[in-house]
Nanobody
Framework: QVQLVESGGDLVPTGGSLRLSCAAS????????MSWVRQTREKGPEWIAGMNPLGDRRDYADSVKGRFSISSDNSVNMLYLQMNGLKVEDTGRYYC?????????????????WGQGTQVTVSS
């Protein structure tokens, strides 16, 4: 059974940093593309970062490029998102998901593979 548990969300001021973590189990994590997606009431789901299993390909949405960094530790089935220079518009619920693109993570959502997410709130 696929299980993804996100953690690390918090209330931080503008310009602050956070590191989100995602513990994965129930599937071959080290062979899957993985992504972070955030969801807000205003914009709905937004794919923000993805990487391949080897870690030699990492892609970012323009909205977070240069500020966020996705990484993983395949030895412990963990996915991370380092978030620096946080802005109010980064506020949202963050999810990790199997898949390396918006289309792939949407499919994993339909398959019921998303976790509960972790809330990030950036104050002005």
């Amino acid at each position: 059974q696929v299980q993804l548990v996100e953690s690390g969300g918090d209330l931080v001021p503008t310009g602050g940093s956070l590191r989100l973590s995602c513990a994965a189990s129930g599937f071959a994590f080290s062979t899957r593309n993985m992504s972070w997606v955030r969801q807000t009431r205003e914009k709905g789901p937004e794919w923000i970062a993805g990487m391949n299993p080897l870690g030699d390909r990492r892609d970012y949405a323009d909205s977070v490029k240069g500020r966020f960094s996705i990484s993983s530790d395949n030895s412990v089935n963990m996915l991370y998102l380092q978030m620096n220079g946080l802005k109010v518009e980064d506020t949202g619920r963050y999810y990790c998901a199997p898949g390396g693109s918006y289309t792939e993570v949407a499919e994993s959502y339909e398959d019921g593979y998303w976790g509960q997410g972790t809330q990030v709130t950036v104050s002005s």
